[in-house]
């Protein structure tokens, strides 16, 4: 069970964040650049506010998993700071990699 999370969660970011752009730029071509209804202004809201959620979610995973790679027993130095320094920059290509190379074993 422990897994299935770990990695729905490691997926989850990178889901969010192309489906948020995705929705962003086609209710941009949809609304154009005239006056925004209340409807639109809510639904543009909610949809800053999804990309939030993906934002929190990601920093808490990218802390996480940095930790994980830290307490690694099979890791060198150079790999745990080579692991941390990869999740901090491509965090949310990364966590996927990170979950199918070393969780997915567990």
């Known amino acids: ?5 770990s990695c729905i969660l490691s997926f989850l970011p990178l889901l969010m964040i192309f489906l948020t752009m995705i929705v962003f730029f086609l209710s941009y071509f ?4 005239g006056t925004m209804t209340a409807g639109e202004t809510i639904f543009m809201l909610g949809l800053v506010l999804f990309t ?8 808490a995973l990218m802390i996480w998993y940095m930790i994980k790679a830290c307490k690694n027993p099979e890791f060198s130095v150079g790999m745990k700071v080579l692991w941390c320094v990869l999740l901090y920059c491509f965090n949310i290509m990364a966590f996927p990699v990170y979950w199918i190379l070393y969780i997915r074993k567990e």
Do not use: D, N, Q, W
């Open 1 to 5: 069970m422990k897994k299935v999370v």
């Open 30 to 33: 949809i609304i154009g650049e």
């Open 52 to 59: 939030l959620i993906a934002v929190v979610l990601t920093f």
